[in-house]
């Protein structure tokens, strides 16, 4: 009787990784995201360095406009999460340039950095804890141009 519990409890095991591993599979697979797609969570202090090093860098704010009148990183471009043509919007940015996400605490602009790697964008960064995180490090903002 043990036999037949313990040959149950393996083929339950093994029927759970090979379901694991078909998971996996699919979740890589190049219809979801770009195989040569870069995803990074920065903390505000990489920021300068970043944009040193990509001079073209692409700083994407995916806050709401009353948001966003309370401030905004400079060098920054609004382009609200929450509008129905967020997606259609983000076409309008080259896809194989470097983009920095930024939203109030990180959960929205974690979603549309997924998005966009989805959509193809080959080099996201999204700033770990948003605009609170930066403002907590008593780092600047700007009014956004008219």
Same mark, same amino acid.
């Given at each position: 009787?043990? +036999?037949? &519990?313990? =040959? #149950? /409890?393996?083929?339950?095991?093994?029927?759970?990784?090979?379901?694991? %591993?078909?998971?996996?599979?699919?979740?890589?697979? @190049? %219809?979801? $995201?770009?195989? $040569?797609?870069?995803?990074?969570?920065?903390p505000? *202090?990489?920021?300068?360095?970043?944009?040193?090093?990509?001079?073209?860098l #692409?700083?994407l *704010?995916?806050?709401?406009?009353? !948001?966003? +009148?309370?401030?905004?990183?400079e060098?920054?471009?609004?382009?609200?999460?929450? %509008? @129905?043509?967020?997606? !259609?919007?983000?076409?309008? &940015?080259?896809? *194989?340039?470097?983009?920095l #996400? &930024?939203?109030?605490?990180?959960?929205?602009?974690?979603?549309?950095a997924?998005?966009?790697?989805?959509?193809?964008? $080959?080099?996201? &960064?999204?700033? /770990?804890g948003?605009?609170?995180? =930066?403002? !907590?490090?008593?780092?600047?903002?700007?009014?956004?141009? @008219?």
């Amino acid at each position: 009787m043990k +036999a037949i &519990y313990f =040959w #149950l /409890a393996f083929c339950l095991i093994g029927m759970s990784c090979e379901a694991q %591993s078909s998971k996996s599979q699919v979740a890589e697979s @190049p %219809s979801q $995201t770009s195989p $040569t797609s870069k995803m990074e969570k920065i903390p505000h *202090d990489r920021l300068a360095s970043l944009k040193e090093a990509h001079p073209d860098l #692409l700083i994407l *704010d995916v806050r709401t406009d009353p !948001e966003v +009148a309370e401030g905004m990183i400079e060098g920054a471009v609004q382009e609200d999460f929450r %509008s @129905p043509q967020f997606q !259609e919007n983000l076409k309008r &940015y080259a896809m *194989d340039k470097p983009v920095l #996400l &930024y939203c109030r605490s990180g959960g929205r602009s974690g979603n549309a950095a997924k998005m966009m790697e989805n959509m193809g964008f $080959t080099e996201i &960064y999204d700033l /770990a804890g948003g605009i609170l995180a =930066w403002k !907590e490090a008593g780092l600047p903002l700007v009014q956004k141009d @008219p």
